[in-house]
């Protein structure tokens, strides 16, 4: 692909990283970008047409209107919502750091001009015994795009991966505050320590939009110029 790809990871899970990176994405289009977007591990799927699959993959592909068929975009499919690693054991599969990047690597070989690539969770997210999420982040050279989930905690959750991401050599590209519940007090208050204190473009601050809300109506929320610069 041309430049680098990006690795949205979040604070928690159910935080909306999949609806900040689909809103993203669909911004990267408005820009007349070819994108792409991979989620290499999914656990939480379902059975359609006799195969797992995973809603967050399935917002991806319809966001970047990629020609990857759907065991390119989730080569992993697990079917109970609990940690990846726990969900692979169960089902008697073992995940791997080297071949997920191997395989983000090869499906964005091409003339790609913005790719995401979703994380499961939070940046440490095991794979195994020894590997995490973040070594697929590392090992495809992408940088991070931080969610936070605006809610009690999320100060020390952000500053602590934000921590992480630098001791382990990369450099974060940028964050976003989503709001996924109703309300927060003091929320301007965290958001300016946050921006005090994350050295990364703020992407967006997006307010709640409702229990179900389109990524679309959070692309108003977003600046995608840090970027694509």
Known sequence: MRGTPYFVTGTDTEIGKTFIAAALLELAREHGLRCAALKPVAAGCTVVDGRLVNDDALQLIAASETDHDYGTVNPIALEPAIAPHIA???????????????????????????????????????????????????????????????????????????????????????????????AMPVFEENVATLGERLTAPCLGIVPYLGDDPSHRQAMPHLDIGPLLR
């Open 88 to 182: 692979a054991a169960q089902a008697g599969a073992e995940l791997n750091a080297a071949r997920l990047s191997r395989h983000c690597l090869d499906a964005l070989d091409g003339e790609i001009d913005f790719a995401i690539v979703e994380g499961a969770g939070g940046w440490l997210v095991p794979l195994n015994a020894t590997e995490t999420l973040a070594d697929v982040c590392l090992g495809i050279g992408a940088r991070p795009i931080l969610t936070v989930g605006m809610r009690l905690g999320c100060i020390n959750h952000a500053l602590l991966t934000a921590h992480a991401i630098a001791e382990a050599g990369s450099q974060l590209a940028g964050w976003v505050a989503n709001c996924p519940t109703p």
